[in-house]
């Protein structure tokens, strides 16, 4: 038995072919069996995308803003001095 490791643009033309055309086979043919997909650094990304204490803390705040504990304005783009109260 053979092992290839084989790095693919998914989002380029030939890459796409190259994986539509390997889902093909290996769904097809009992020789052929695809081991994983992906590779660490993704999941490893994806694990890393919020820290834990800074949604802990956006959440927090979103509570105080709900409950009247901070006020909240609203600023309009098209007069932001206005909106602050300093015009």
Do not use: H, Q
């Not at 097809?28 to 802990?56: A, H, L, Q, R, W």
């Not at 979103?62 to 600023?75: L, N, P």
């Amino acid at each position: 038995m053979t092992t290839i490791t084989l790095k693919i643009n998914e989002r380029s033309k030939a890459g796409k072919a190259f994986l539509e055309m390997t889902n093909v086979l290996a769904k097809d043919s009992k020789g052929i069996e695809i081991v994983s997909t992906g590779t660490k650094k993704t999941v490893e990304k994806k694990s890393e995308i919020y820290n834990p204490e800074f949604v802990k803390m956006i959440l927090e705040r979103d509570a105080d803003i709900k409950s009247g504990k901070i006020k909240c304005i609203t600023v309009d783009p098209e007069d932001v001095w206005g909106s602050l109260g300093l015009k």
